[in-house]
């Protein structure tokens, strides 16, 4: 069964995903490594990797999901802010969303990926200026740009491995 491992990655987290993705996949049966294009939509089944941008996939990203089309497809991606498992699932249900017809979810996977320390300087500036309703604690926002440094770790890669493996039909 062909595969391309299709992905975005403007930090380098999601491309470390895929570099994981592609270690722990069949060599011989991978016809695409690399940025969304025409060529990838000729395997058999897509794993499609993204950085998380305003809450869903970055644009690259979802130019190329609207032109897949009857193919078993694998959700990877990596986000900066928040790392709770109900907000990454929100994430996965919009990228899936922009996904064309007769395709079949095989499975997914996120995890938190570190972030330019350009958002860290603005979180600090937020945390000098008047809070405004409604926004979040820019302390807290602090503590989960530090926590997110460490992403993806060794046990973010181990569970994509395993989420992989998991959608992944015996040859």
Not at 77 to 99: D, H, N, W
Request: hydrophobic share 35%; net charge neutral.
């Amino acid at each position: 069964m062909s595969y391309a491992i299709v992905f975005s990655s403007k930090t380098g987290n999601t491309r470390l995903l895929a570099d994981t993705l592609r270690a722990s996949l069949p060599q011989n049966e991978c016809t695409y490594f690399g940025a969304p294009a025409p060529e990838a939509l000729e395997a058999e089944t897509l794993y499609i990797g993204f950085w998380t941008d305003k809450g869903t996939c970055d644009a690259a990203t979802a130019g190329f999901l609207s032109k897949v089309s009857g193919k078993e497809v694998f959700l990877f991606g990596t986000a900066g802010f928040r790392g709770e498992p109900a907000y990454f699932e929100s994430i996965l249900s919009r990228v899936a969303q922009c996904l064309g017809q007769g395709n079949t979810l095989i499975g997914s996977f996120m995890c938190q990926g570190r972030m330019p320390m350009a958002v860290r300087e603005r979180y600090e500036k937020m945390c000098s200026a008047p809070s405004s309703p409604g926004m979040p604690d820019p302390k807290k926002m602090l503590e989960n740009f530090d926590r997110a440094l460490q992403h993806p770790d060794a046990a973010d890669l181990s569970h994509l491995t395993s989420a992989v493996t998991a959608g992944r039909k015996p040859v």
